[in-house]
């Protein structure tokens, strides 16, 4: 069996105050053949059943984030064999990721004055 291995990787920072933490730290991983999915260098999900890239993988690493520095990697893991015949050359590794933070509260006060004001001026409209 020949095995190929490719790491992908990326690094952003989390600059979040005390009352602004993260709310949602999502991802789909699909990956052709199999893979290690890691945060922070920390091993969160992984998939080694040397099939294709027909599963998803739902993984959340909410808990796995911090204030500063992060990374997100996948290795990537091509498995195929020389007496099947089948040529697997063909690979991918697809990753679908969403953070999304909690609005600090002088936002959500100015979005709630906006919405009191769009609802007097619809009001107003209204009533004419």
Same mark, same amino acid.
């Given at each position: 069996?020949?095995? /190929? *291995?490719? =790491?992908?990787?990326?690094?952003?920072?989390?600059?979040? %105050?005390?009352?602004?933490?993260?709310?949602?730290? $999502?991802?789909? *991983? %699909?990956?052709?053949?199999?893979?290690?999915?890691?945060?922070? /260098?920390?091993?969160?999900? @992984?998939?080694?059943?040397?099939? @294709?890239?027909?599963? *998803?993988?739902?993984?959340?690493?909410?808990?796995?984030? $911090?204030? !500063?520095?992060?990374?997100?990697?996948?290795?990537?893991?091509?498995? =195929?064999?020389?007496?099947? !015949?089948?040529?697997?050359?063909?690979?991918?590794?697809?990753?679908? !990721?969403? *953070?999304?933070?909690?609005?600090?509260?002088?936002?959500?006060?100015?979005? @709630?004055? @906006?919405?009191? /004001?769009?609802?007097?001026?619809?009001?107003?409209?209204?009533?004419?």
């Amino acid at each position: 069996m020949t095995l /190929g *291995i490719a =790491w992908f990787r990326y690094e952003f920072t989390l600059d979040l %105050a005390i009352d602004s933490l993260p709310l949602v730290a $999502q991802a789909l *991983i %699909a990956v052709d053949d199999d893979f290690d999915f890691y945060v922070n /260098g920390k091993f969160l999900l @992984g998939n080694h059943d040397h099939g @294709g890239a027909d599963d *998803i993988f739902f993984v959340d690493f909410l808990s796995d984030l $911090q204030n !500063g520095e992060n990374v997100l990697a996948i290795r990537g893991i091509d498995g =195929w064999s020389d007496t099947t !015949g089948i040529d697997r050359d063909y690979e991918r590794v697809l990753f679908d !990721g969403h *953070i999304s933070t909690v609005p600090e509260p002088a936002t959500l006060a100015l979005l @709630g004055i @906006g919405f009191v /004001g769009l609802g007097v001026i619809f009001r107003r409209y209204k009533n004419l």
